[in-house]
């Protein structure tokens, strides 16, 4: 069934209503009829399916058969700070990450990083929400993860929230230490995680040192020199499935 995200106010007395976007969509793209059923999401953890009584390219509304706590959130909140950089590799991560379990992005400006203009940056946050937000429909998420505004990396000190959190860097000069191995060293005492993935040509020396006196621990993927969207694909799957948030069921 074709799911849809929708503001929690859209949820009545068990009535769906859709917004005039999703309508549309459902109208005169997917070619939707009353009586069809979907899937509407609050955004909040909750799912109901959704048996569509009245359609138009205008507005929509249906009767809820059936409703459910969503299942598609993972248990630990991964946090990823990625290194602005061209348009299609970063909406091509956010997509990916988006479909692997990352509930939060935020874009970094490094050094090195393709991109500098952060205002510019920030007129494509609509751009990228709407990526995020089609991306958790189609992966059967049940929220819709948040993409922040673009932040400079010497900002990164003042990011940090009051709860503790395992914070990584992936870096390339990492010798010593694997995921695994701070993974194992860090336990499982933490529920969420913040990981940076670098730009093209790497974090600067300072970069990595001003990460670790924040308390970002570096680790290597390999041995191999993996592009950076590579990188925060790998580095998401990887640390879902250290944590169990790859097994099926609940």
């Given amino acids: 069934m074709?799911?849809?995200?929708?503001?929690?106010?859209?949820?009545?007395a068990g009535t769906v209503f859709f917004t005039e976007e999703t309508a549309f969509q459902m109208h005169r793209v997917l070619r939707l009829k009353p009586g069809q059923?979907?899937?509407?999401?609050d955004g909040q953890g909750r799912e109901a399916e959704v048996r569509l009584e009245s359609l138009s390219s205008r507005e929509a509304s249906g009767s809820i058969v059936r409703e459910t706590a969503a299942r598609g959130e993972p248990r630990f909140a991964?946090?990823?700070l990625l290194a602005l950089t061209q348009r299609e590799k970063f909406e091509w991560m956010l997509q990916k990450c988006t479909e692997l379990?990352?509930?939060?992005?935020?874009?970094?400006?490094?050094?090195?990083?393709?991109?500098?203009?952060g205002k510019d940056a920030e007129k494509k946050l609509e751009r990228w929400r709407r990526i995020v937000k089609e991306a958790a429909e189609q992966s059967r998420r049940g929220?819709?993860?948040g993409v922040s505004q673009p932040m400079l990396f010497s900002a990164l000190a003042a990011s940090e929230g009051p709860v503790p959190s395992l914070k990584l860097i992936a870096w390339e000069a990492e010798e010593a230490r694997s995921l695994a191995d701070v993974l194992r060293a860090?336990?499982?005492?933490?529920a969420r995680g913040?990981?940076?993935?670098?730009?093209e040509g790497g974090?600067?020396?300072?970069?990595?040192t001003a990460a670790a006196a924040c308390g970002f621990q570096p680790f290597s993927l390999g041995r191999r020199i993996l592009r950076m969207e590579t990188a925060a694909i790998t580095c998401t799957a990887l640390l879902m499935y250290a944590l169990g948030e790859m097994e099926p069921g609940e």
């Fill in 203 to 208: 974090f600067e020396p300072a970069e990595v």
């Fill in 186 to 190: 860090s336990g499982d005492g933490y």
């Fill in 143 to 145: 929220r819709v993860p």
């Fill in 2 to 12: 074709h799911r849809f995200f929708l503001p929690p106010q859209n949820f009545s």
């Fill in 78 to 80: 991964l946090t990823l």
């Fill in 37 to 41: 059923l979907v899937v509407a999401l």
């Fill in 194 to 199: 913040r990981v940076l993935i670098g730009p």
């Fill in 101 to 117: 379990g990352a509930v939060h992005f935020v874009p970094v400006i490094c050094a090195r990083s393709l991109q500098q203009d």
